[in-house]
């Protein structure tokens, strides 16, 4: 069964504030991602990764930052939060389909 | 540029009612669409997937057809049950190597006892 692993699950920050929302995946997949979901706007892909210390710009990138460490880890990096950031955010990685992770809800006050 | 577009936001049905999603996707080729539910707290998870080789896709009692001349991709189920309340959302991938999956905006499916 693909796993993929997000923390934390909540987290609020202040604007300002500077988050790292973390993922790891045990699929052996080489493609991962960030979405993030609002009501209204569904899924939007922030950034994307097809290996280590690769990283491909997706449709919302602005405020945001990515670095793929490892196979296994691929973590999102908001250095200046701002209110607009408040979401749900997704991990995926691919095989045939995309495996998603439990999500972290994250809130910028 | 690519979309998928699902209108309905929500849907409130009643057990053993019929139950139709619509989607309707925009794009330049013949892509591969999937449908993915999401049940509350989790993460989204595949429903089904249908390519242009075999036009129509069945799980769990859910059926969706690939319609390349209205270039739609409706959800349909006979019998919905209170189990099936969650989010659907109807995507498609741009292609086939780096799976970036363009998602409608999702319906929310309610299904009283």
């Known amino acids: 069964e693909a796993a993929v692993t997000q923390s934390p699950r909540n987290k609020v920050t202040v604007t300002g504030g500077n988050v790292t929302l973390s993922c790891r995946q045990t699929?052996?997949?080489?493609?991962m991602y960030w979405y993030r979901q609002d009501t209204g706007h569904g899924l939007r892909l922030i950034h994307y990764s097809y290996g280590a210390g690769n990283l491909q710009i997706g449709d919302v990138p602005d405020g945001y930052k990515a670095t793929r460490t490892t196979q296994e880890d691929f973590f999102l990096l908001l250095e200046l939060a701002s209110p607009s950031q408040t979401s749900l955010y997704f991990c995926?990685?691919?095989?045939?389909?995309?495996?998603f992770g439990a999500g972290t809800r994250l809130s910028v006050l | 540029g690519d979309s998928v577009t699902q209108k309905q936001g929500q849907v409130t049905l009643s057990e053993d009612d019929f139950l139709f999603i619509n989607c309707t996707y925009s794009?330049?080729?013949?892509?591969?669409l999937f449908w993915y539910v999401q049940y509350p707290g989790q993460g989204p998870q595949l429903l089904l997937k249908v390519t242009t080789a075999n036009n129509k896709g069945i799980s769990r009692g859910f059926e969706a057809t690939y319609d390349k001349g209205t270039t739609s991709f409706h959800l349909q189920k006979a019998s919905v049950q209170e189990s099936d309340s969650a989010v659907y959302f109807c995507?498609?991938?741009?292609?086939?190597?780096?799976?970036?999956?363009?998602f409608g905006s999702g319906t929310q499916l309610t299904v009283m006892p």
């Open positions: 699929n052996s997949h080489n493609y």
């Open positions: 794009t330049t080729t013949y892509p591969t």
């Open positions: 995926a990685s691919s095989g045939n389909t995309l495996y």
């Open positions: 995507a498609l991938v741009l292609s086939s190597g780096s799976w970036q999956l363009i």
